[in-house]
């Protein structure tokens, strides 16, 4: 068993409250048989089977009424009470002379027959019930990892519970100063000390004493209503009907063979007791050495069939030798898989069902199926054995066709469990991945395309929005452009005038002189498109001399023409001419001139422009208008990007772009170059070739990479994650309660990262959408979501993967040490574990690091604490730790006295400037609005929006500022993407912050 630390008092907990509930339950269990058998026959056991259908529905209203309005584990309390005190009164019943007779007289049915067929019915609902409370209690206690983990050797105490109880009646009924009846008696003292030991367990479980939670809608439906909304409650309700049925199938093959072989009295109760307990103890064995090893190594599915194998073996045995033995067979099958390895890996298909809703269906699924198993097995046995006369072993038959249904419906729980898990990660509102797939319906794309070229440039741009979003092809080109540069439109505006002015003869030479003389660059632009390809050959070759003037106008004063020249020829069809002259402008001096002549080239489409266009992919400020072109070239160009994508030679940030645009590129010369890149050394690298194959199967499913790769990615992943783990260990003494904090968040980005990329890799191999559910609970930070992502993952994976990531995952320390590049080959690791060696040494609390790394400069000493500062900077708060040190690295520190001002009000700001010591003061019109101390940025939203300040900073006292230059800035985050992630991550939560705010007060809430 793998029990960890702080598990040790709830787990030996549970398992003895198991121990007792069984224990009492199987007490009764032979009684229950064994006088029902004497005093009305193995014929009239479909009648008792009717009867616990029709009470279990008046019991079951109570029950749910009573699950409304009373706390679980209080419920659980009088429920195991009010059961002891019925098994007073029943001992009460079975021993008062007064009520035989009195039955007697009625001549309906004689008072043994009475008592002992409502012990029967009873006892049934008894078991059951206990039961069903004990596993609501173990999942409100254990989350969905625990649960695999201890359920094993919880249901083990239940099992030992349940021989014991089995071998005690056996014995008890010998002693003459016991006997049958006082039996009764005993169950009902050990299910008073249940009671006791529930009540000392949830003294230590939180949440004991509240009251059932009606915050969501569905808490108010019925039981009932809830399990038909769910595909998941279905499934599982199925199959326990399934298994009641039967069950009831072989109980009743079982109980006509003891009739028929054994006879009546204390010999037919000490049989049942000692078979009871014979099947327990194998209970035991398959308990203790095949639940939890079935269940972690194949999972949910696997552990579901084995039971429905086992009665289909069992019952064509029966059904080819009936005897006494091969009816014990059949129920032994039954009783020592389904109160083990079923039993157990029941339960957890609720893990995944929220606690409110757990409390009331599964009850009603535990007890009101039973109603119906029972009712609908009654009626087969009775038309069998009573109307058709059928000998007892015959009722194999139903149970093969039920056993059919039910191995049927195993296959579709196990899909379910999984939606189920998925669907309880969306409900904790983790926030979305990229990577989540969106579809639309063929509807909604039809609508989204006619949005795209509609008139209104607002719902165009909207459903173009969208359209990327969802993954979806973009409408045609050339109106993507006109949505991106407004201007483009204007000059194919005009252009389109000047065309229909030459189809109808309308323009002169002197006129067309007058056009393309136009003072205002866009119109002439225009005007140059239109008279391109007029029909009069006197004119074209005005249009092209304006338009080689217009692109060869030198100097800054000339960057306006030659940026419409270049908006002209992506008007234009290709040609000789156009290619030469966007060659030029597409290395122009300046960049609006660049932007446009990459969109002309979007347009032109040809592989001239590929060297050039790949040189400013590595420009940041160029990188989307080359992007956006490279993409239109990109299925003539596959070969080039590829090459530059394997090049380890070229720049990473052009490479990573070149994965970018192949993911839009499907093909086999696009899956060769990703899926070689898989297997760089650089893990930037790897992770947008990941990326990039995601992308592509989700887009194209058909696209398929090699298995063989794609296992060796997920392989490598692996050992990237162990060495993370690896990293932790070896560093713990350095990022203990007193360490490094620095250090403690980088090996958490590390370890993230590596999670990360080894979920891509295996979205290669398994369904995507699972790996992207599983992938947004690891990372969503919230506990719970986080085991249910790993659960998700327990029931994705195959065995092989499952043994190695799983562990991993839960933090448990790599099987073998890692062979790989460690923390010392990545080296803004290694400079955050020497600075946590030095910080700890100089306080004397730590040494130098293994393998001790030499001393840092004093002025990355210095850069790192500025980096570990910045981490409590709000807006910074999310950027990843080796960004925070590229902006500490740019950033000088500025003195200033006790009023000296910072910020003028109404100024611009230049800098990005936050308060290292001191206070500042922010006033406007003289009046103090609020006060900034340490850590606080002044005046930064204006920095952004460029706006002017819209009030003074100065100084309170003096005070000590970290300064940069606001366009330093803002190159930083042209050249670091991940540092604007970062702030965009902080503003959204933020955002959300503000929406769930203003919801819980009651407003209504618009953001625009």
């Not at 279990?56 to 029950?63: A, E, I, K, Q, S």
């Not at 009606?214 to 399934?242: F, M």
């Not at 380890?648 to 086999?668: K, N, S």
Request: hydrophobic fraction near 50%.
């Amino acid at each position: 068993m793998d029990l960890r630390a702080g598990e040790g008092t709830s787990a030996l907990g549970m398992a003895a409250l198991y121990f007792l509930v069984l224990g009492a339950a199987s007490l009764v269990k032979p009684v229950r048989q064994s006088a029902f058998l004497d005093t009305a026959g193995a014929n009239a056991y479909p009648f008792v089977l009717l009867g616990t259908a029709v009470v279990v529905g008046g019991l079951m209203t109570v029950y749910s009424r009573l699950a409304e309005r009373v706390p679980t584990r209080r419920l659980l309390l009088g429920t195991y009470l009010f059961l002891a005190a019925n098994l007073v009164v029943f001992w009460w019943l079975f021993r008062l002379p007064a009520v035989q007779a009195a039955c007697e007289r009625c001549r309906l049915l004689s008072a043994p027959v009475l008592v002992s067929g409502g012990f029967f019915i009873w006892a049934a609902i008894y078991s059951v019930l206990t039961v069903s409370q004990f596993w609501l209690l173990a999942n409100l206690a254990f989350d969905a990892r625990q649960a695999k983990r201890l359920f094993g050797f919880v249901g083990t105490g239940g099992i030992l519970g349940a021989i014991v109880g089995s071998w005690a009646t056996s014995v008890l009924v010998r002693l003459p100063a016991v006997g049958r009846t006082n039996i009764v008696l005993v169950s009902a003292a050990t299910l008073v000390a249940a009671a006791a030991v529930a009540a000392l367990l949830q003294r230590g479980t939180a949440g004991g004493t509240q009251s059932p939670r009606r915050t969501e809608k569905k808490v108010h439906a019925g039981a009932a209503a809830l399990v038909r909304e769910s595909p998941h409650l279905r499934a599982v309700a199925t199959i326990l009907l399934v298994i009641i049925m039967v069950s009831a199938f072989a109980d009743q093959q079982l109980n006509s063979a003891v009739e028929a072989f054994l006879p009546r009295g204390d010999a037919r109760t000490a049989f049942f007791g000692r078979y009871f307990a014979v099947t327990n103890v194998i209970s035991l064995v398959i308990q203790l050495f095949v639940t939890s090893f079935v269940v972690r190594r194949f999972g949910v599915g696997i552990a579901l069939l084995l039971l429905p194998l086992a009665m289909l073996g069992a019952s064509l045995g029966l059904l080819i030798a009936p005897s006494l033995l091969a009816a014990a067979v059949v129920r032994g099958a039954d009783q020592s898989l389904r109160y083990s390895l079923d039993q157990s890996t029941r339960e957890l298909l609720f893990l995944p069902v929220p606690v409110e809703i757990k409390s009331r269906v599964k009850p009603f699924i535990d007890v009101a199926v039973q109603r119906a198993g029972k009712g609908i097995s009654a009626i087969v046995v009775l038309v069998a054995l009573t109307w058709l006369h059928v000998p007892f072993q015959y009722l194999g038959v139903a149970s093969l066709f039920a056993i059919g249904l039910w191995l049927g419906r195993v296959w579709t729980v196990k899909h379910e469990y999984v939606a189920a898990i998925k669907r309880m990660i969306e409900v904790r509102d983790v926030q979305v991945d990229e990577l989540v797939v969106r579809q639309l319906d063929a509807d909604s794309r039809r609508e989204l395309a006619a949005a795209a070229a509609a008139s209104d440039p607002d719902a165009r741009r909207f459903a173009l929005e969208l359209l990327r979003v969802a993954g979806e092809p973009m409408p045609d080109t050339r109106i993507v452009r006109k949505l991106q540069y407004p201007s483009l439109a204007d000059v194919d505006a005009r252009a389109e005038e000047v065309r229909q002015q030459c189809a109808r003869g309308a323009v002169t030479r002197a006129m067309a002189e007058e056009l393309l003389a136009d003072p205002v660059p866009r119109l002439r632009a225009g005007a140059v498109a239109g008279l391109m390809i007029c029909a009069d050959p006197l004119i074209r070759p005005l249009a092209e001399a304006a338009l080689r003037a217009m692109a060869t106008r030198v100097g800054p004063e000339g960057a306006p023409l030659r940026r419409e020249a270049a908006l002209v020829l992506a008007t234009l069809p290709p040609s000789a001419a156009t290619t030469d002259a966007l060659r030029g402008l597409l290395r122009d001096e300046a960049p609006a001139v660049r932007r446009a002549a990459m969109v002309a080239a979007a347009q032109l489409g040809r592989r001239e422009f590929l060297p050039a266009l790949l040189e400013a992919l590595g420009n940041p400020g160029d990188r989307e208008e080359a992007r956006l072109a490279l993409e239109s070239l990109a299925p003539r160009a596959v070969g080039t990007l590829g090459d530059h994508l394997l090049d380890p030679e070229q720049p990473r940030d052009l490479r990573i772009q070149t994965a970018r645009i192949l993911a839009g590129v499907p093909g086999p010369l696009t899956l060769a170059a990703l899926t070689i890149a898989l297997a760089d050394p650089d893990v930037e690298i790897r992770y947008h070739a990941l990326k990039s194959l995601n992308r592509l199967r989700r887009d194209h499913p058909e696209t398929v990479p090699d298995a063989a790769a794609a296992e060796r990615s997920v392989q490598r992943e692996i050992r990237a994650l162990g060495d993370v783990a690896s990293a932790e260990r070896a560093l713990a003494s350095l990022t203990g309660n007193d360490g490094d904090r620095l250090l403690a968040t980088t090996l958490n980005e590390r370890r993230d990262d590596a999670t990360e990329r080894l979920a891509r890799a295996l979205g290669l191999l398994y369904p995507l959408d699972d790996l992207l559910h599983a992938y947004r609970a690891l990372r969503s930070g919230d506990a719970a979501a986080r085991t249910n992502g790993i659960e998700l993952l327990d029931n994705v994976l195959s065995p092989a993967h499952r043994v190695t990531i799983i562990p991993l995952l839960e933090g448990a320390a790599p099987a073998a040490p890692i062979a790989g590049a460690g923390w010392r080959a990545d080296p803004w690791l290694a400079t955050c574990v020497a600075h946590a060696a030095s910080h700890l040494a100089a306080r004397g609390r730590g040494g130098a690091p293994p393998d001790a790394l030499p001393p840092l400069e004093p002025s990355m000493t210095t850069i790192l604490e500025r980096a570990e500062f910045l981490r409590g900077v709000e807006f910074l708060s999310h950027v990843r730790s080796e960004y925070l040190a590229k902006i500490a690295a740019l950033m000088t520190e500025r003195t200033v006295s006790a009023g000296e001002e910072i910020v003028s009000q109404g100024a611009v700001v230049d800098h990005v400037q936050v308060v290292a010591s001191g206070k500042v003061a922010a006033r406007r019109d003289g009046r103090i609005l609020f006060t900034l101390r340490k850590g606080d940025a002044v005046a930064v939203l204006s920095v952004f929006d460029g706006q002017p300040s819209p009030f003074a900073a100065v100084g309170l006292e003096p005070t000590t500022l970290l300064v940069i230059g606001a366009e330093e800035f803002k190159d930083l985050m042209l050249d670091n993407s991940a540092i604007m992630l970062g702030m965009l991550g902080f503003l959204s939560g933020r955002v959300r912050e503000l929406v769930v705010g203003t919801r819980a007060a009651g407003a209504a809430t618009t953001i625009s």
